[in-house]
């Protein structure tokens, strides 16, 4: 929609996280001919991020599948996301990833990403993978992000935001 809202495939409206997509960051950057092109969108509840996906051929693992490895940087790119669009940068330390459900290549995908608790330097965040179609978990992670030093927040702030945010 031009309105930058998306519908869900529950039939709610989103809002679109105004972030820069100027660069070649293999997750959300439009200058990598190679990367997923992922736009995210602030959650319903309030909390978190999700960005669509459709895995294409060029995703695959064994036939008719996503790899495993594109599985977890569309994880990681939200759960990243989820603490970037508050302002936070921060850098994944530890993830943990489990496998629930094959994710077919050519169907629809949600990935999202949320915060669990700030511990101050360390961050807990979780996200999922679901079937567009009618909500089915794929894959879900754990994370442990580690906040970067505020020198470098700033300028990643500006890289990727262009802005302060509140």
């Known amino acids: 929609m031009a309105d930058g809202t998306v519908e869900s495939g529950n039939g709610e409206g989103q809002e679109r996280l105004e972030a820069r997509d100027d660069h070649h960051c293999f997750g959300c950057g439009r200058l990598n001919p190679q990367g997923l092109g992922l736009t995210f969108f602030r959650a319903s509840e309030g ?60 169907a629809p995908i949600r990935a999202s990403g949320r915060l669990v608790e700030d511990r101050g330097r360390k961050l807990l965040l979780a996200g999922e993978l679901r079937r567009e179609v009618d909500g089915l978990l794929l894959a879900e992670a754990t994370a442990t992000f580690v906040r970067v030093p505020e020198e470098r927040a700033r300028a990643w702030q500006e890289r990727y935001l262009g802005a302060e945010t509140g």
């Open 47 to 106: 909390e978190g991020v999700w960005a669509p996906f459709k895995p294409a051929q060029v995703h695959e693992g064994f036939p008719g599948m996503a790899h495993g490895g594109i599985i977890s940087a569309l994880l990681d790119e939200a759960m990243a996301w989820a603490i970037s669009s508050r302002g936070i940068w921060a850098v994944t330390g530890t993830m943990t990833v489990t496998y629930r459900k094959p994710v077919e290549t050519g």
